[in-house]
């Protein structure tokens, strides 16, 4: 019987939580190991770090990972790049490459951690510094393993700065010691960024949007995870699958509540149900914190999602929720969208979160 629990969520996963995606990786590796750079799109949670992380370690090169949704501006861009640099390459070695920087960053070392602290002054002159630091890290990848640089949540680019796109694609555009890779959770930006003909992001690297994991390949996996733990581990993989529609981290996560609490006196469904009242109950509060922030007409297709309506952008739906026009639902969509509440596979529109869509129906059923 295993002894320690087989499915692991909320944060960067490696073997043996890693799930498949074989194709994948070795699409990421091979585009790594040329001169070429990689734009990677998905919906948030579905593994597109884990997926990464698994990859430049595989390639066993320096590498720095920077989540932009962190970023404040680009003083902050530059800050945060450096002391990431300052973690992976030697101290006297980056000293030297320091001196020629235009203004000079302040560093202060925890004495405890060895963690180095940067900042720069003053702020007005940030993107001479921005610069300067992109510069380091190709003189550092001329006289060594060429690094691969990480910028997650790329389509913030534009909040860090106004027009800092364009001022970045000027910056590196003559690199050939890096390689860049590109992560973004919001399809119509990313595409707005990498596929639009006035962008100066414009075909910048190789586009992949990364997909759900293949059913048959998420069902064994579970299958196995559930050996030796619970009876009826096909039907217990089938009835998950069936209700987080392979989104890979509601799925690890309904798999891991319902190993930890698994009762072979009660049935498969009895199983299911229990770890998903569960799970329910926990994000009760922020549930209803998320609810109360939407306004009347997202708030009527939310239900109708959670409802797993079909035909959303249809007159018939407008009436039966008492929107004015099919226009309005579409607008609702981006805007649900935008913030990540609601994703779109090929056929239709769904909520991202099961937990959520179960905990409007429940509520309204009450």
Request: with cysteine; glycine share 4%; proline share 4%.
């Amino acid at each position: 019987m295993k002894k320690t629990n087989p499915f692991k969520f909320g944060s960067v996963v490696d073997e043996p939580y890693f799930t498949n995606r074989v194709e994948e990786l070795k699409q990421i590796k091979s585009l790594l190991q040329s001169k070429n750079h990689l734009i990677l799109i998905s919906p948030r949670r579905y593994g597109k770090t884990s997926l990464m992380m698994k990859a430049v370690n595989q390639l066993d090169r320096p590498y720095v990972f920077l989540d932009l949704q962190l970023v404040t501006d680009i003083s902050d861009f530059a800050s945060q790049l450096l002391k990431r640099i300052y973690r992976i390459y030697p101290f006297e070695r980056l000293k030297q490459l320091i001196k020629s920087f235009r203004i000079v960053p302040v560093l202060n070392v925890n004495p405890l951690t060895s963690e180095v602290d940067v900042s720069f002054q003053p702020a007005a002159s940030a993107l001479p510094v921005l610069e300067d630091v992109f510069n380091l890290i190709e003189k550092l990848g001329k006289n060594s393993k060429r690094p691969i640089l990480i910028l997650d949540e790329f389509q913030d680019i534009n909040r860090i700065g106004n027009g800092l796109d364009r001022k970045l694609r000027a910056i590196i555009q003559h690199h050939k010691y890096i390689n860049y890779t590109f992560l973004g959770s919001l399809e119509s930006m990313m595409r707005e960024i990498f596929e639009k003909k006035k962008s100066p992001f414009y075909h910048f690297g190789q586009l992949m949007y990364l997909k759900k994991i293949p059913y048959d390949d998420f069902y064994e996996y579970l299958k196995n995870g559930f050996s030796g733990r619970c009876s009826h581990t096909g039907a217990i993989s089938k009835n998950i699958l069936d209700f987080t529609h392979s989104h890979p981290y509601y799925t690890q996560q309904l798999a891991f509540t319902i190993w930890d609490n698994c009762d072979n006196s009660l049935t498969t469904e009895e199983n299911i149900e229990a770890a998903i009242h569960r799970l329910i109950q926990i994000h009760d509060m922020d549930y209803e914190r998320l609810w109360q922030t939407q306004n009347q007409t997202d708030k009527k297709v939310l239900i109708g999602l959670s409802r797993h309506e079909q035909n959303i952008l249809t007159e018939t739906f407008a009436r039966k929720y008492g929107i004015r026009a099919t226009s309005t639902v579409f607008s609702s969509l981006k805007r649900l969208m935008k913030h990540g509440y609601v994703i779109k596979n090929k056929t239709a529109y769904e909520l991202d979160d099961p937990f959520f869509a179960e905990w409007i129906k429940r509520k309204r059923e009450a």
